[in-house]
C-alpha cells in the first residue's frame, strides 16, 4: 500500500546550524509534499508543500527539494533558532477524483539547542 | 478569521462509554478530514467528508466508529463502547473546494485527547 517514510526520527542540532529532513514516498502518482509543524499539544501547522511540477521551494529559512524520479523530498531548514525545536511531519498525496487522502510520515523529533 | 475549531480539546471516558468529538472547518471550508495520532506516532488518516456526504472512510475501524458532516452543523466523529486501545489525540482538518486538478492544503485543528480509563 502506499507508504511515506521519514528519516531521522531524531534530530539534534546546535542553534545556527541546518536541519535536513528526509521523505521517501512509494506511490510514484502522489503530486503533492506538505510540511507540518507540531509543537507540544497543539495540531499540525502548515509550514510549506511542493507540488510535482516543481524541484525546489524556498520560504525564508527554509526549503523543500523534490526528487521525482526517486521518490525522494526533504526540508531544510538553515540558521536554526530555538523556536524551530518541534516534530516535523512530512505527507505526500495525490489528486485522484474524490478524494484528498494525506499519507503522513512518522515525524521527525527537532532539537535546536541554544 | 477563526481556524479549523474542535472541541472538547480533553476528554475522558470509561471503557464501554462513547466519545463524541467535534469539528467546525474553517469559514468557506467544505471538506472535513480526521486523522488518529497514537502517543509518538504520526497521523493516521480516518475519514473524508463533505457536507451529507462521506467519501472515503477507508481508514476508519469497521465496528463502532463512525463521522458525520450534517448540512448544518460541526462534523462529528463518534466512537461507541470506547475500548483504553482508542486513547489518541483525533484532529480534524479542513480544506477548502477543489479548484481543478490541484490537491488542496489541510489546515488542522488543535485536537481531542481522548483518555479512555
Known amino acids: 500500500g502506499e507508504n511515506v517514510e521519514q528519516h531521522p526520527s531524531t534530530l539534534s542540532v546546535q542553534e545556527g546550524d541546518s536541519a535536513v529532513i528526509k521523505c521517501t514516498y512509494s506511490?510514484?502518482?502522489?503530486?503533492?509534499f506538505p510540511w507540518y509543524k507540531q509543537e507540544l499539544g497543539k495540531g499540525p501547522q502548515l509550514i510549506i508543500d511542493i507540488r510535482s511540477n516543481v524541484g525546489e521551494k524556498k520560504d525564508q529559512r527554509i526549503a523543500v527539494t523534490l526528487n521525482k524520479t526517486a521518490k525522494h523530498f526533504s526540508l531544510h531548514i538553515t540558521e536554526t533558532q530555538p523556536e524551530d525545536s518541534a516534530v516535523y511531519f512530512c505527507?505526500?498525496?495525490?489528486?485522484?477524483?474524490?478524494?484528498?487522502?494525506?499519507?503522513f510520515g512518522t515525524g521527525t523529533r527537532l532539537k535546536v539547542l541554544a | 478569521n477563526a481556524g479549523v475549531m474542535q472541541n472538547p480539546r480533553h476528554l475522558v471516558r470509561r471503557r464501554g462509554q462513547e466519545a463524541r468529538l467535534r469539528c467546525s472547518p474553517m469559514?468557506?471550508?467544505?471538506?472535513v478530514y480526521w486523522y488518529r495520532q497514537l502517543p509518538e506516532e504520526g497521523l493516521k488518516f480516518m475519514v473524508y467528508?463533505?457536507?451529507?456526504?462521506?467519501?472515503?472512510e477507508s481508514g476508519m475501524p469497521k465496528e463502532r466508529f463512525s463521522a458525520e458532516f450534517p448540512k448544518e452543523g460541526p462534523s462529528i466523529l463518534r466512537i461507541q463502547q470506547v475500548v483504553r486501545g482508542d486513547s489518541a489525540a483525533y484532529f480534524c482538518?479542513?480544506?477548502?473546494?477543489?479548484?481543478?486538478?490541484?490537491?488542496?492544503?489541510?489546515?488542522f485543528g488543535e485536537g481531542s485527547r481522548l483518555t479512555v480509563l
Open positions: 482538518a479542513s480544506s477548502p473546494p477543489r479548484s481543478g486538478d490541484r490537491t488542496g492544503e489541510l489546515f
Open positions: 467528508l463533505q457536507k451529507e456526504n462521506i467519501i472515503d
Open positions: 469559514k468557506g471550508h467544505s471538506h
Open positions: 506511490d510514484s502518482a502522489s503530486n503533492y
Open positions: 505527507a505526500a498525496s495525490k489528486s485522484t477524483s474524490g478524494t484528498y487522502k494525506y499519507i
